[in-house]
């Protein structure tokens, strides 16, 4: 599949709308249940794309931006948002 940007802009924006008509409504007990051991419930889905957009995806684009495509791009914890979880728990 080749990349275009104007069908990812598309989808993008529909991404908060989306998700939005999946999970309202849902009761608060559906929201936090995981489906097993290893796996994430609806909340946590939703905190790890806010982590990633805020410390993934917006500082891979500045170093893109920056330096190119040749340099590597810095860590990323694609579980950090769990850990903000437990805090908050």
Do not use: C
């Amino acid at each position: 599949m080749n990349f275009n940007l104007n069908e990812a802009l598309d989808m993008l924006s529909r991404t908060p709308h989306t998700l939005e008509s999946l999970l309202s409504g849902l009761s608060k007990d559906w929201l936090h249940s995981r489906e097993g051991e290893g796996t994430w419930n609806p909340i946590e889905v939703i905190e790890h794309l806010i982590e990633a957009e805020k410390f993934n995806w917006i500082p891979r684009l500045n170093v893109i931006l920056a330096d190119g495509e040749n340099t590597p791009f810095p860590a990323f914890d694609r579980y950090s948002h769990l850990n903000q979880s437990e805090k908050d728990r």
